[in-house]
């Protein structure tokens, strides 16, 4: 069985249904997201191409757990997978956590202890 494989991709499949089934946060229609997403890419391509390249690797990978894909400068395509999961999860829930800060402050509570800041002189 290829248990790398099949984790990464059952994490995206996870990440994809929290966002559709559950948060409905609306990232994946946003130009912000998808531009975000290829700036973490890229350095996520350069860092991740260093460390596992098949010249001189510093993680190696059991072939056995993976499928063996590997693309380009020898980066196992289930590191992409994983990342896009983590990412996505994380933006997720920076997501949820904001439009929950927004909501409490639209109904008059900040969370804090009721008192007025003064103003620095």
């Known amino acids: 069985m290829r248990e790398y494989t099949v984790a990464s991709a059952l994490a995206v499949l ?3 249904a929290i966002e559709l ?5 609306g990232i994946f ?3 912000t997201f998808w531009i975000s997403y ?7 391509v350069l860092v991740d191409g260093w ?3 098949l010249s001189a690797p510093i993680v190696i990978y059991n072939r056995e757990e993976n499928s063996g894909i590997r693309i380009p400068w020898d980066i196992p395509v289930e590191d992409y ?4 999961a983590l990412i996505v999860l994380t933006i997720l829930l ?3 956590a904001g439009h929950r800060d927004q909501d ?3 109904a008059g509570s900040s969370g804090r202890t009721g008192t007025t800041p003064t103003p620095r002189r």
């Open 21 to 25: 089934l559950w948060f409905r946060t």
């Open 14 to 16: 996870v990440v994809i």
């Open 29 to 31: 229609r946003k130009i």
């Open 51 to 53: 460390l596992t390249k």
């Open 94 to 96: 920076w997501e949820r």
């Open 38 to 44: 290829a700036i973490i890419l890229f350095f996520q």
């Open 104 to 106: 409490a402050g639209a």
């Open 81 to 84: 997978l994983f990342g896009f």
